[in-house]
């Protein structure tokens, strides 16, 4: 979230222009650091600027992780991000939940059926694992 609810205004640039450049961020990692066969989720233009909506911040936090789980759907993946990446997975995939709290180093584990046939697959919905208080991750659930 690049808005003035994750960062003040102050900070920001002028402009709008954090000048991040994912080639030039990969140049100063250690050589065989950077999979260059990775599928990129987004081209670096489409990258949010400043005062992004919330909305569409966690939108896109929700559109990775399915993206993610579809593209690498045989492997177990680890997701590190921010407080809200955490909240999202949360809150997306866990019917009527309301997240308020997410605490430094909170988690949230999912789960998914995936179905196999020949070549392709389908995948069932995510199953949130967490229960509140244990993982760092404050919320009501009226199903709880």
Not at 14 to 26: M, S
Not at 54 to 74: C, P
């Amino acid at each position: 979230m690049i808005s003035r609810e994750a960062i003040s205004p102050a900070l920001a640039p002028k402009d709008g222009n954090w000048g991040f450049d994912i080639a030039e961020r990969e140049a100063i990692l250690p050589a065989g650091t950077v999979d260059k066969n990775a599928k990129k989720m987004y081209k670096e233009h489409q990258l949010r600027k400043w005062e992004g909506p919330v909305l569409g911040a966690r939108a896109r936090y929700e559109q990775v992780i399915k993206d993610l789980a579809d593209n690498y759907h045989t492997e177990n993946l680890l997701l590190v991000t921010h407080g809200e990446g955490v909240g999202v997975a949360l809150a997306a995939f866990l019917k009527n939940a309301i997240v308020y709290e997410v605490d430094y180093c909170a988690y949230v584990e999912l789960k998914r059926p995936i179905f196999k046939e020949d070549q392709s697959f389908t995948a069932g919905g995510f199953e949130v694992l967490t229960r509140s208080g244990q993982t760092g991750i404050g919320y009501i659930h009226p199903s709880a």
